[in-house]
């Protein structure tokens, strides 16, 4: 089939479901879905982050949020690709993408379907993707704002004294006060800003960008420039294609200024307490100066990480007894930084790879003790299923598709088929790695390390060179099991020897950033809110850029093509709730009722 006749099947399954929609007719809304079909909700229609699978569970959503969201006004418009397939072969989709209106705001839909020359639109619908793209009478700053765009609050002050009790917050209250200034606190704050909500950023380091630069010499980004974009302020041309860890984190600190955002450094959070009652934290920071604060946000945003920031340090016996240094991965800041000559690095994940390469390049004896199978991918295979965002086509429209793409069933199927490709180009690296000791994984049922991902965060490498070293000899394996405990020296082994050792790196990951929250906010909360950072039931990413089970508290993270779009959402949402927009039934607690 051709544009046209896409175009026109199109209009005739917008227009039916709409009238469908309006009329409430159930079985009308079922004709329009394959009996296989999915659907996955960012903000339009539930105000939250959901998944429906299977077309009974999709139709009972549309139905019991369709009074209050009252869906309008669908259309397809110019602003997104017309209607059209995509791909070729059995693989290919019919990818359809519409504007619509609701009760508070206007939403984007992206319909993915399969052809069917039975259909009488010419395709079956599979899935349906929504999400939240603004609000009723939130229009963003004005262009160029006419004169010196700012009124001084005494004769004589100057702009940058006036930006200067602005960003204290001396006579005024943020809003939203986020808590972290790497990529998921300054995007999100940049959104909020956009908006017109005001926001405070507070971070413990002493400069914008120190998350990144404090971290080991050798890290790298592991996805290409392309697919990292931010919102507003795009990268120089001159950037490369993997981005070192201190140009992200100068790059943190030119978008803090150039964004013009409120942002308090060396500044540590000290607790809140939120009263239900006004819907108000009481917040303490500690400054730089050793002084208190206390600010009463009407939302705070955690974004201190994706999958977690406080080390997980395993129980391994005799460690206390080593007599050189231990330290987790996160302290360590390069073989540059260390005098160890012989050096046990406990995980196989990305970071003690990229560890143990380092170490390795300057003359250091390494062995990686592997406690569990890991997933090893070149990291060019890797990044082939990113491969849409360094084709040329606009990073707007991947993104959307990638909330395509995260529909589970959808999402773990791909990942299978991918990671037996994946397998099949690195086959001569993995044999390399099995001769030399390494157990490989498949992941969970056998998805691979995009999966791995969003399950645990860990398990998995995309290999920059460390594979080549393990498989040349240069870098050693030992498997766990052969250590009987740690003594003075190093680990020792069943056979008796010693691994000696004058410094061990633990590897070993980080905890779910729950254990945060019950730092921060109390065990209560952090029950009431549960895990972060984990696939949930249905498949989203749990607590991720939507509401929460306590009120008033939010989580941003991940990668930076994860924090683009999810940090937009997570504006508008914070953004409608703070004008009374979000229905009561639609607010996420053990009571809530809406599409459920």
């Not at 990668?559 to 409608?576: E, T």
């Amino acid at each position: 089939m051709d544009t046209e006749t896409w175009q026109s099947g199109a209009e005739r399954w917008i227009g039916d479901f709409e009238r469908a929609l309006a009329a409430r007719d159930r079985a009308a809304i079922e004709r329009l879905f394959g009996e296989e079909s999915y659907l996955r909700d960012n903000g339009a229609l539930t105000w939250d982050f959901h998944q429906y699978h299977g077309r009974r569970a999709v139709v009972s959503l549309l139905l019991d949020v369709v009074d209050d969201i009252k869906p309008s006004n669908l259309r397809i418009t110019d602003d997104w690709p017309r209607p059209h397939l995509l791909g070729k072969g059995p693989g290919a989709v019919v990818e359809i993408f519409f504007s619509f209106d609701t009760a508070s705001g206007a939403g984007l839909g992206l319909l993915n379907a399969l052809p069917d020359e039975k259909s009488p639109y010419g395709f079956t619908v599979r899935a349906l993707y929504t999400r939240l793209e603004s609000l009723h009478g939130v229009d963003g700053p004005e262009a160029h704002p006419r004169g010196h765009a700012y009124t001084p609050d005494e004769p004589g002050q100057s702009w940058a004294e006036h930006q200067k009790v602005r960003r204290e917050f001396t006579d005024s209250e943020p809003e939203v006060l986020v808590i972290g200034s790497g990529q998921a606190g300054l995007v999100v704050a940049a959104n909020l800003e956009h908006l017109g909500v005001s926001a405070l950023i507070i971070d413990k380091n002493e400069r914008v960008g120190d998350n990144w630069r404090n971290r080991y010499e050798s890290l790298f980004l592991h996805n290409p420039v392309e697919m990292n974009g931010f919102p507003y302020l795009p990268f120089p041309k001159h950037y490369p294609e993997y981005l070192p860890k201190d140009i992200v984190g100068d790059w943190l600190e030119i978008y803090s200024r150039y964004l013009n955002l409120n942002v308090w450094t060396s500044t540590s959070y000290e607790w809140a307490e939120r009263d239900e009652a006004s819907g108000t934290w009481t917040a303490t920071v500690r400054r730089a100066d050793g002084e208190t604060r206390v600010l009463h946000p009407k939302h705070i945003v955690l974004a201190t990480g994706g999958i977690g920031g406080k080390p997980a340090i395993p129980d391994l016996p005799g460690l206390s007894e080593f007599a050189g240094e231990v330290m987790h991965s996160s302290a360590f800041q390069g073989a540059a930084h260390n005098s160890a000559r012989k050096v046990i690095v406990v995980g196989v994940g990305s970071s003690a790879h990229d560890i143990s390469l380092d170490l390795e390049q300057h003359g250091v004896e390494v062995t990686m003790v592997q406690r569990s199978p890991v997933v090893v991918n070149n990291v060019v295979t890797a990044n082939l299923a990113y491969a849409a965002y360094f084709d040329g086509t606009p990073t707007e429209l991947v993104d959307v598709r990638y909330g395509v793409g995260l529909i589970d069933p959808l999402r773990t199927a791909a990942s299978k088929q991918y990671h037996q490709m994946a397998k099949e180009m690195d086959s001569e690296i993995l044999k390399g790695l099995e001769a030399a000791g390494i157990r490989l994984g498949d992941g969970v049922e056998g998805a691979g390390w995009l999966d791995l991902f969003l399950r645990t965060g860990g398990g998995y490498y995309l290999n920059v060179g460390a594979s080549e070293a393990i498989a040349e000899g240069r870098i050693s394996v030992l498997q766990n099991d052969r250590i009987t405990r740690f003594g003075a020296k190093g680990a020792q082994l069943d056979d008796g020897t010693v691994v000696e050792a004058d410094l061990i790196v633990l590897a070993t990951g980080f905890q779910n950033r729950k254990v945060e929250v019950a730092e921060q906010f109390g065990e209560e909360v952090a029950d009431r809110v549960g895990d972060i950072a984990r696939l949930d039931a249905e498949g989203e990413w749990a607590n991720m850029w939507c509401q929460t089970a306590q009120p008033g508290l939010w989580f941003n993270g991940g990668g930076i093509n994860q924090v683009r779009p999810g940090s937009q959402r997570l504006a508008l949402l914070i953004k409608a709730d703070l004008d009374g927009a979000i229905p009561e039934r639609f607010r996420r607690s053990v009571t809530a009722t809406a599409g459920r």
